[in-house]
């Protein structure tokens, strides 16, 4: 049960860290194009870039956390 535990706080941790990182590296980009691009071209930028953040989310329709689950929840979980 311990190593369970152990286990689970390092998935967290990395987890953490790996979201930590990109999201620096996320705005560092964004940064980088508002000194870069004009106005009009950065807001052309983050209107495509909302709409393909929008498009990716609408199209999993769950499908991605209902596979995650169903393997978790399989006793067989050799790929």
Do not use: C, H, K, P
Not at 19 to 41: C, D, E, H, K, P
Not at 60 to 68: E, I, N, P, Y
């Amino acid at each position: 049960m311990n190593r369970l535990r152990s286990q689970y706080v390092t998935n967290v941790l990395s987890n953490l860290a790996g979201n930590t990182v990109n999201s620096v590296l996320q705005l560092g980009l964004l940064l980088a194009l508002a000194r870069l691009l004009n106005t009009s071209t950065y807001a052309a930028f983050l209107t495509a870039s909302a709409l393909i953040g929008i498009a990716e989310i609408s199209s999993d329709f769950g499908t991605r956390l209902w596979a995650t689950r169903r393997f978790a929840a399989s006793d067989d979980t050799a790929l």
